[in-house]
T-cell receptor
Framework: ETGVTQSPTHLIKTRGQQVTLRCSSQ?????VSWYQQALGQGPQFIFQ???????GRGNFPPRFSGLQFPNYSSELNVNALELDDSALYLC?????????????FGNGTRLTVT | AQSVTQLGSHVSVSEGALVLLRCNYS??????LFWYVQYPNQGLQLLLK??????LVKGINGFEAEFKKSETSFHLTKPSAHMSDAAEYFC????????????FGSGTRLQVQP
């Protein structure tokens, strides 16, 4: 069984640039969520996708956007990068959208904005 | 609205000693509660979850947690710490809000002394 994989593992960008992070869901999982984890903090919910539609969003500005593809893989796009966007970005997949369905996390992408 | 408070950002125990990590939650709906563990440079791994039913929940690696509604608590315990338990532990809450999003606490770093 293949777990959740994320790419790249590390990324350095300059303020104002745009970035795309990628995630492959665990086999059989149709729901993907993205979380931002700042240094020393717990993860914060960005948004969730189910069957290629956004299915919930946290308190993040519109410059954070996403996509889910027919094979359930996903992208997180961030425009106009700010220094505070520096964080570990975690992708998580689950079997269904139900609140009791456990999330399976990837190892994350470490984004540094300079 | 939901929130999680983890008391103690750092906990240090001796190998073989009892591990107790504290978590209190606030939720306007019946909560679903989770404990996740994060090892350095990795994503989060589910330790255990409470949704409905038995309030004492057993998880992986010998950990367990008890849901106490009257105290709004979901503390994590392990009778005997092992060196391999050293990691960051996160408590999280969600509920039947129709939106699948975990709210995490700020985490507790567990150190195990030989």
């Amino acid at each position: 069984e293949t777990g959740v994989t994320q790419s790249p593992t590390h990324l350095i960008k300059t303020r104002g640039q745009q970035v795309t992070l990628r995630c492959s869901s665990q086999s059989g999982h149709n729901t993907v969520s993205w979380y931002q984890q700042a240094l020393g903090q717990g993860p914060q919910f960005i948004f969730q996708y189910y069957r290629e539609e956004e299915n919930g969003r946290g308190n993040f500005p519109p410059r954070f956007s996403g996509l889910q593809f027919p094979n359930y893989s996903s992208e997180l796009n961030v425009n106009a990068l700010e220094l505070d966007d520096s964080a570990l970005y975690l992708c998580a997949s689950s079997l269904r959208t139900g609140e009791d369905s456990p999330l399976h996390f990837g190892n994350g992408t470490r984004l540094t904005v300079t | 609205a939901q929130s999680v408070t983890q008391l103690g950002s750092h906990v240090s125990v001796s190998e073989g000693a009892l591990v107790l990590l504290r978590c209190n939650y606030s939720s306007s709906v019946p909560p679903y509660l989770f404990w996740y563990v994060q090892y350095p440079n990795q994503g989060l791994q589910l330790l255990l979850k409470y949704t409905t039913g038995a309030t004492l929940v057993k998880g992986i690696n010998g950990f367990e947690a008890e849901f106490k509604k009257s105290e709004t608590s979901f503390h994590l315990t392990k009778p005997s710490a092992h060196m391999s338990d050293a990691a960051e532990y996160f408590c999280a809450v969600t509920g039947a809000t129709g939106r699948r999003a975990l709210t995490f606490g700020s985490g507790t770093r567990l150190q195990v002394q030989p």
